[in-house]
């Protein structure tokens, strides 16, 4: 057929020189399909799906979010958008809008800088919107979740700055516009805390707690002794959430939580060890990138890395070690089919554990029992780092 | 030649939307001087990521249609609609062999292909509408050329990026739509 | 030393408490290295050097140049340029300086859209100037060297629009300004021809040469009869250049020559065909991106596939045939390390031919006798697609 | 301690280039508060292409310094002056381990980390510069971490862009530049 096929390709027109020999069963031919025709999601996404953001390291430039559907194994990808650049990701709960904070340069990679905040629909995943970020301050690091947070019942978000002096910028995202900077000298990354404000871990160890007035001003401030030994018990600076506990885990495997409800951070005291194990050289620590995670019973999930010592928190870990807050013990441990950079457990009612690997493959493991489930393969992101559960 | 007509009139709707009419004109006056009985637009990119025609990995989990009468791996390079595509596959970004992914713009006017279906045996005119608007999709890439030639004939040449006439000229994927029969097996 | 150098690390001024226990045969340490330093390249490039466009599929927008040292296995990589989305390279070889013909938009892949030539100067790889092009119909295809030509002794810069209506943009480069546009109904790609006009393909089969005045208006336009069977010998849209004459290959394998020294076109009707060889699957065609090259004796390098058939020509190519245009046949066979895509051969003494592969890598032969030199591996870029001798 | 009062004023110098008095002042502020006797300020990113530390490929042609008290390949990740690097190897990028690709600029202040050098057995203050004006150099991906700590240690911390202070933010890749000593063996 192939002669005839090109023949076709340049003069359909003349089709009827064409004649296949083999007969065939089918009476009719398949219907015509209908252009233009483009595909929308629910603006309510499923509890099985996650959005991950992808670096795009070859290109950081073009950096992207995938939103992720890991109950499929042959259609996981189920939309992306823009994050250019360093860019932040931040999903809401209460509106279908997903936002991300990033920099553009007239030239690509030269010319004017502007910094925004850009709106997209869930559901069209077309951007609706921007807020321009001034002051061309915006901080620019490797996807954290928490330079890019909510505050005031998502209808205002906060954008961490560095230039390097620290600043956060409070955004009305229900409003469009910026209602100001807050200096925050040696202070890094922002913890919803209470109706309107945030909490901030700052360079002398301690813990500041900053609550908002209506017109996004500082209204209150406190500030914790020093409970953050950085050279020897350091804290990831992500944390799992569990309600308003935010639960962080330290470079050596310390559990500690923080109860962010009232307007002020209050230490749990109430730390734990991950525990140990056979066969670590030298030992097993956390390792990887997005390394803890709750499920909506609050049990809590650390990747874990059998070659722990210093400097090896971002190498990855090769087993999820489960974690019983109230016991304070571990409760079990999950062998990763690979080395997994970022984990996140969903809100499903069966709970699923999904890792992401240094190699770009996205592995699904049964939260509850640790039974691999399937793999997304290499089919979502080029470099995931954060994943969020719905 | 139901068919032709149909299409050819889709067709010039379509080009009719994607350009001002004395481009579309002065277009078409060359087209003219070719040998294309109407217009079949190219758009597509070669594929310089592998020698052969490229595709979703082997180990991806199939896409099919569940008819018989369509049948084969739709995130596969070898599925009987690709014949003449070249681009990320969109079935592998979030739309389908027929479908852009959200918050992408369809091209209006395309590169057209004729292929054939190996169930019923009919010639298929296929059209690859690129989907615009987000950049490189990144799954799925798949070179094929039956028909394909060079740029001078641009209805017959598959390595223009055809998001044109779209609100962004940013290419995501490509897709392979069903606008017609070319032949009835006898 | 590992807890040592982190110790350091936090805390450089307390590292007298550090002791590494070594003996060491080394009296002095090793010196300082001043800061800021940036290399520079020659304001002429080595016979040696090449210029590589790298499309960048999975980030299309953010598509470069890289230049390629190809007689360095460890440093090929010697620079690289923004050639922003289906960007088209020229080099100059009159002035120390390579344009870009590239398309920006204000929000990466939203937003305004800019089409302009950038100026980049050779030895410091900065960009240096832009021309705006006006009306955003630059156009937007997979690399090809004939979107973007000389003329007017490389003063002036010939770049195609399509929209899909085909006209070329005369741009004064020296002037850093546009002086105008020429509409090419049908037409496509630009050769130069004489001292100062081109030569385009039409779809009817006609090449047209345009004249230009010395306001970059047209002159005089002669058409040739049809000589270019679109359908059965199709010839591949990028030649390679021996002096002044233009010699292609068609997708069959046929090599024709056309001299673009006169102010129109004269084809050399001197067709020959590559010639045929055993093993051929059903036979041996042209196959690649940019699958024919010259030397600097006027010899021709076609790349050949040996599954060559309808639809094939794109698919790379195992075999380089060599071609002696006087004699009118092939006088030998180059067998490939892996499946090239696009071929260049260098104007050194001793001239190399260079291949750069499907699979990133980039091999070096040597020209003349066919014997494999070294390869760059995948140092040099992503998907390298137009490959430019010095 | 001669060495570190001309990399402490050498750096004082680069911020002052990098950022306007007030911010300097907020920072070092904010610096002070924490355990560094001065400042050393990160620049990085992590690796999530490889679960080890990255590089060039184990194929490629080795660049060495030729000097035996300067040890090991520059396209590697494992060479000692990497110990807290983090980004592509610039060496693999048209510069060099302590300069520039051609048409990037060096970014004025940087993450600083101590490496000992396997051959003299000295402990060197290595800077991390970044090149920046020109997008991601693509090659020897390398990743690691010793010393590094969360970003509330901006100055012990290696995932922050530091394109700060120059004329581009775009990331290209990172030097490892030797700029004074901290041990020398006993």
């Given at each position: ?34 252009v ?11 509890s ?6 992808d670096?795009?390291f ?11 559907d ?21 999903s ?9 904070a ?13 910094d ?12 609706k ?7 061309g301050?915006r ?5 954290y ?6 505050t ?55 813990l ?7 017109a ?15 050279d ?10 569990a ?49 803890i ?15 722990g ?5 971002k190498?990855?870990?090769t087993?999820?070690w489960v ?44 939260a ?23 | ?74 995130t596969?390079c ?15 970004c ?27 045996k009919?010639?298929?005119?296929v059209?690859?509408n ?11 890439l798949?070179?094929r ?13 598959n ?28």
């Amino acid at each position: 057929m192939a002669k005839c096929a090109i023949f076709l390709a340049v003069a359909t027109g003349a089709s009827i020189l064409c004649h296949p020999l083999a007969a065939q069963p089918f009476d009719k031919p398949l219907a015509e399909e209908p252009v233009p025709n483009v595909a929308t999601l629910p603006a309510v996404y499923p509890s099985s799906w996650i959005i991950v953001s992808d670096f795009n390291f070859t290109a950081i430039i073009d950096g992207r979010g995938v939103v992720v559907d890991t109950s499929s194994e042959s259609e996981p990808f189920k939309g992306m958008f823009r994050a250019s650049q360093f860019a932040s990701i931040l999903s809401a709960t209460t509106k279908s809008e997903i936002y991300t904070a990033e920099s553009f340069f007239t030239r690509l990679s030269e010319g004017e800088k502007t910094d925004a905040i850009t709106i997209w629909d869930k559901s069209t995943l077309k951007s609706k919107g921007e807020i321009i970020l001034p002051g061309g301050k915006r901080q620019q690091i490797v996807t954290y979740k928490n330079t890019f947070q909510f505050t005031n019942g998502e209808k205002w978000a906060l954008v961490t700055n560095f230039t390097p002096a620290h600043s956060v910028t409070v955004v009305d995202l229900d409003g469009r516009k910026v209602l100001g900077d807050i200096e925050l000298p040696g202070c890094s990354m922002v913890y919803p805390t209470g109706e309107r404000g945030f909490t901030t871990f700052c360079a002398d160890g301690t813990l500041t707690s900053i609550t908002l007035d209506p017109a996004g001003k500082v209204a209150a401030t406190k500030t914790t002794k020093s409970i953050h030994d950085i050279d020897k018990q350091a804290m990831f600076a992500g944390p799992a959430m569990a309600g308003k506990v935010a639960w962080f885990v330290t470079y050596r495997g310390m559990v500690r939580g923080f109860d962010l409800a009232g307007n002020i951070v209050r230490p749990l005291n109430a730390d734990f060890s991950v525990g140990s194990a056979e066969g670590g050289t030298p030992e097993w620590r956390p390792g990887g990138w997005q390394v803890i995670a709750s499920d909506a019973g609050g049990k809590l999930y650390v990747l874990m890395n059998p070659s722990g010592k210093e400097g090896s928190h971002k190498d990855g870990g090769t087993e999820v070690w489960v974690l019983d807050t109230v016991k304070k013990m571990r409760i079990a441990r999950i062998a990763l089919k690979g080395v997994g950079a970022s984990i996140e457990v969903t809100r499903e009612t069966t709970p699923h554990l999904i890792v992401a690997r240094g190699d770009s493959v996205i592995d699904v493991y049964d939260a509850a029992t640790g039974a691999f489930v399937r793999t997304l393969g290499k089919a979502a992101a080029f470099n995931p780092l954060t994943l969020t559960a719905m | 030649m139901a068919d032709f007509d149909k299409f050819a009139e889709k067709l010039t709707r379509g080009v009719a939307r994607g350009t001002s009419r004395r481009s579309l004109l002065a277009w078409l006056g060359g087209a003219a001087t070719g040998a294309a009985v109407f217009p079949v637009l190219p758009v597509s990119r070669a594929n310089a990521q592998s020698a052969g025609h490229g595709g979703g990995s082997a180990d991806r989990a199939p896409v099919l249609s569940g008819n018989a009468q369509d049948p084969g791996d739709r995130t596969q390079c070898d599925y009987w609609r690709y014949c003449a595509i070249d681009g990320f596959l969109c079935t592998c970004c979030g739309g389908s062999v027929n479908t852009c992914p959200p918050g992408t713009e369809m091209s209006p006017i395309t590169w057209i292909g004729t292929c054939t279906n190996p169930a019923d045996k009919r010639a298929y005119i296929v059209s690859y509408n690129d989907c615009c608007g987000k950049s490189s999709c990144g799954q799925c890439l798949c070179n094929r050329n039956e028909g394909d030639r060079p740029p001078v004939r641009p209805q017959a040449n598959n390595d223009t990026n055809w998001c044109l006439g779209t609100e962004s000229q940013i290419y995501n994927c490509s897709t392979a739509v069903i606008i017609g029969v070319a032949t009835d097996p006898r």
